[in-house]
């Protein structure tokens, strides 16, 4: 059922985990730094939201989604809990299984041929780490194996990256598999060949700007357009610059936005929504105002608009989201498909906090405002 009803919490308390200091926030002070921008957000409000994560403070990080063709109701999100592993729930929010596998930061995935490959980026092992399910009864799978489903009995890799690791993405590019890697408070971006458990590629993520590279200069949010054979890659730090590389040697292609155009803070989750094979927009959390931007999927990448994620019906606002992935396959519930985001202050109406989850919303909801 969709929650059409906002739930405006103007003055619920929040914290802030990464100074550790609890501070007081409105939405009317969100709205009001959109001095940069060239439009007033629009607003959705989200249909489902997952159970709070084991781990406290900022823990739950990036959403995955998996289509099972062969059965949509099936389907599943996986997220992380970036302190402690890998979580599996349902499209009704229902956690079906959970992994203590250490601090999983990203994850990512791809389908092939009846095979499904999940890419992690691991900070307890600084490994990039691989896994392979089939996907016959993989929704079974899950909801019977309630712990510890990422077994280390199944296929998995450890691949070594030589670094302290942070976001990761794959891509399927003509029929090979390929992953991006970032570093932790670092400049270094790695590009593997997952069919040969090869480095291919590492880039400064700073060298391609003007001027001197400031402080905070890791990446972390990326994600491949495989019919375009794009990467785009969100860097934090002063700066805030999303790019977009080719995949064909990992060359640098352009700026798609920075802080000095829609960008506020750190451009975090970066996901693609395709409405045809190479057409669609590309969506990106603008974490400093807890708004999530849009842009054409194709060069030379125009701004579209912005979305904020509001309360309703029991459901609190979307805040300080860091990752998210959307998909456009129909399913039920979601007739255009479905956006998962993080949500960095989980609350009730009361404005009490509880342990970080993850959001489901409609994307036809935020067609209907661009495409009416």
């Given at each position: 059922?969709?929650?059409?009803?906002?739930?405006?919490?103007?003055?619920?308390?929040?914290?802030?985990?990464?100074?550790?200091?609890?501070?007081?926030?409105?939405?009317?002070?969100?709205?009001?730094s959109f001095?940069?921008?060239?439009?007033?957000?629009?607003?959705?409000?989200?249909?489902?939201?997952?159970?709070?994560?084991?781990?406290?403070?900022?823990?739950?990080?990036?959403?995955?989604?998996?289509?099972?063709?062969?059965?949509?109701?099936?389907?599943?999100?996986?997220?992380?809990?970036?302190?402690?592993?890998?979580?599996?729930?349902?499209?009704?929010?229902?956690q079906l299984s959970y992994s203590n596998l250490g601090k999983i930061n990203n994850i990512d995935l791809r389908s092939v041929e009846g095979k499904l490959h999940i890419v992690t980026s691991n900070r307890t092992m600084s490994t990039l780490d691989y896994w392979i399910f089939d996907e016959q009864d993989l929704y079974k799978y899950f909801k019977s194996t309630p712990s510890n489903s990422f077994s280390e009995s199944m296929s998995h890799h450890h691949l070594v990256t030589g670094m302290s690791v942070y976001g990761v993405c794959m891509g399927l590019i003509?029929?090979?598999?390929?992953?991006?890697?970032?570093?932790?408070?670092?400049?270094?971006?790695?590009q593997w060949d997952l069919n040969e458990q090869i480095k291919t590629h590492v880039i400064d993520i700073t060298q391609f700007e003007k001027g001197k590279p400031v402080e905070g200069?890791?990446?972390?949010?990326?994600?491949?357009?495989?019919?375009?054979?794009?990467?785009?890659?969100?860097?934090?730090?002063?700066?805030?610059?999303?790019?977009?590389?080719?995949?064909?040697?990992?060359?640098?292609?352009?700026?798609?936005?920075?802080?000095?155009?829609?960008?506020?803070?750190?451009?975090?989750?970066?996901?693609?929504y395709k409405t045809s094979n190479k057409e669609g927009y590309l969506v990106v959390s603008s974490q400093g105002n807890s708004t999530f931007n849009l842009y054409n999927r194709k060069t030379p990448y125009q701004y579209v608009g912005t979305f904020m994620i509001l309360g309703a019906q029991g459901i609190d606002e979307v805040r300080d989201t860091d990752g998210i992935d959307v998909t456009s396959t129909p399913l039920p519930g979601y007739p255009k498909g479905m956006m998962v985001a993080q949500d960095g202050f989980n609350t009730n109406q009361r404005g009490k906090l509880f342990n970080q989850n993850f959001k489901y919303i409609s994307?036809?909801?935020?067609?209907?405002?661009?495409?009416?």
């Open positions: 059922m969709i929650n059409n009803e906002p739930l405006m919490k103007l003055d619920s308390p929040m914290t802030t985990y990464k100074n550790s200091k609890k501070i007081a926030i409105s939405l009317l002070a969100i709205f009001l001095s940069v921008h060239s439009d007033v957000p629009f607003i959705i409000f989200p249909i489902i939201e997952t159970e709070p994560v084991i781990s406290p403070e900022d823990a739950a990080d990036d959403p995955a989604i998996w289509i099972n063709n062969a059965d949509p109701k099936k389907s599943l999100i996986f997220g992380t809990d970036k302190k402690s592993g890998i979580y599996v729930y349902d499209l009704k929010g229902n003509d029929n090979g598999l390929k992953a991006v890697i970032t570093e932790e408070e670092g400049k270094q971006v790695q200069n890791e990446a972390e949010g990326c994600v491949y357009d495989d019919e375009n054979e794009t990467i785009f890659i969100s860097r934090e730090g002063d700066k805030g610059i999303l790019k977009a590389f080719s995949v064909d040697g990992f060359k640098y292609l352009q700026d798609v936005d920075s802080r000095a155009g829609e960008i506020e803070g750190d451009p975090e989750g970066v996901s693609i994307f036809k909801d935020v067609l209907d405002q661009i495409e009416p």
